[in-house]
């Protein structure tokens, strides 16, 4: 069993900054890329960022600049530094792994930390 679990959202007002922890622990053989995705009400879930074992990252473009996904790969974690926040970045905010497991590979996601940016 893969466990990840999120923290660090909350209520921030905009202009702020937060930062989002995700840890994977469990059976683990190597963690492979991980990322952020969001979704806001009403909205279908989107990318935000993710970066691979080796530290390449990729943004949406709508966070370009403000965000930063980093990892740390001996504790199996990653991080999400939110700078600049504007209320079009609430949203329930999901940590993703791909995970190898012996042969395998598999996606795992977290159950969502909330993010509410107010004006």
């Known amino acids: 069993q893969v466990q990840l679990v999120e923290s660090g959202g909350g209520l921030v007002q905009a202009g702020g900054s937060l930062r989002l922890s995700c840890a994977a622990s469990?059976?683990?053989?190597?963690?492979?890329?991980m990322g952020w995705y969001r979704q806001a009400p009403g909205k279908q879930r989107e990318l935000v960022a993710t970066?691979?074992?080796?530290?390449?990252?990729n943004y949406a473009d709508s966070v370009k600049g403000r965000f930063t996904i980093s990892r740390d790969n001996a504790k199996n974690m990653v991080y999400l530094q939110m700078n600049s926040l504007k209320p079009e970045d609430t949203a329930v905010y999901y940590c993703?792994?791909?995970?190898?497991?012996?042969?395998?590979?598999?996606?795992?996601w977290g159950q969502g930390t909330q993010v509410t940016v107010s004006l």
């Open positions: 469990g059976h683990i053989s190597i963690v492979d890329t």
């Open positions: 970066i691979t074992r080796g530290g390449f990252t």
């Open positions: 993703t792994a791909d995970i190898q497991q012996g042969y395998a590979i598999h996606a795992y």
